[in-house]
């Protein structure tokens, strides 16, 4: 009955017309909640929606008592809801109740949709609120409609929707297909993380406005760096190797701060041989540098293999110091090894966390792997995991 009276005035038109609305749609599960509709000349095209399920259902409804060509609206209110929860008996409370967590987990997958569009790159978050107040804003979903053919099998049949969204406080999800005008894309979110092989003789800094060097700013796709990607920490102007970007601020903030001691192992180029057992305890005990003591743990020591990038000519002289630490002091690894006897002629980063170079040319970007992602997401607090 209350159902039936709100769609009597949401489509300006009489009780019984809503009641045929309603009985001409056969798969109903659950009370919609939102109906829109398109008039053509002989039948109104009307959608319900009960969450994830959509009901299309075609009906003739006099033009005249349609008062707009397309629009979104609540049709059914919270109190009304609250007058249908008094009249359950304890096992429909109940069955209402886990239903109403279920929804509400549901909920928490959506987000309003000027922060999605912040988010992404299209302005501020007051720009994005004026751009969803004009409805500017449209979302493409998908929604499956069953269709018979002669031989009576039902086939499931992917339908394409546009919703054009009513404001800013409309919740949608992070990942939507998003128009703006109607034609053009609205970029998705950039990934979590980015790998990239930093070259020497490049400044970690997105903009160098005090002399010719080269920077991040100018190798990193303008799109990403509007959508919130910034480099994870940083790495000296004459050091190179892996270098993670990031969209997320508070794993940047797990990936460099000391106390969640993510590792981070360097291979440094030294000339004197290297006594092995000595620089190890060296190294564990603790180095006195200008910015405090720093330990850091020995992996290996090698002759250092033929490299054409070299910037010493005599490679055969070099030896490798592969050690890791766990935090990212300036020019700490540096300092470190010259305190110990052992200046650094050349220092790459091979892997961060879980991260690995591997044979990323110098350079070059890549994806992170769904593995490296998932380390990524597990540093994060519970409620800050990205949602799939």
Sequence with gaps: FILEEKMARFFASSRRQASMLLLASTTFHSTPTIAA??????????????????TTTRIAIPSSTVTTDYRTTQLFSSSSKSNNKKSNNKNSSSSSNSKHKHNKKKDRDLYRADRVLSNRGTGTRSQAFQLLKA?????????????????????????????????PADKIPMDAQLLL?????????PPLLNIYHKP???????????????HLGQVLDPRLVKGGMHPVGRLDYDTSGLLLFSSNGDLTQRLLHPRHAVQKEYVASV???????????????????TEGVHTATLLNVSSSPHNNDSTVDDVDKLTDVRLVVAE??????????????HPVVELRRERHGEVLLQDLGVGQFREATPQELKWAESLLPSKKKRKK
């Design 200 to 214: 020497r003789n490049m400044l970690s800094a997105m903009k160098n406005s005090e002399d010719e060097r080269a």
């Design 135 to 167: 409805r500017r804003v449209t979302m493409i979903t998908t929604t499956s409609s069953s269709s018979s053919s002669s031989t009576a099998t039902t086939e499931e049949e992917d339908v394409i929707v546009r919703v054009i969204l009513n404001g």
């Design 37 to 54: 509709f398109v008039r053509t000349t002989t039948a109104t095209t009307v959608r319900l929606y009960h969450h994830h399920l959509t």
């Design 328 to 341: 990212g002091k300036h020019r700490m690894v540096r300092r470190m090894l010259a305190n110990c006897g």
């Design 271 to 289: 000339e004197q041989t290297v006594d092995v057992e000595k620089l190890s305890k060296m190294l564990k005990d603790g180095v006195e540098t």
């Design 181 to 189: 005008d109607g034609t053009h894309e609205i970029p998705q979110l």
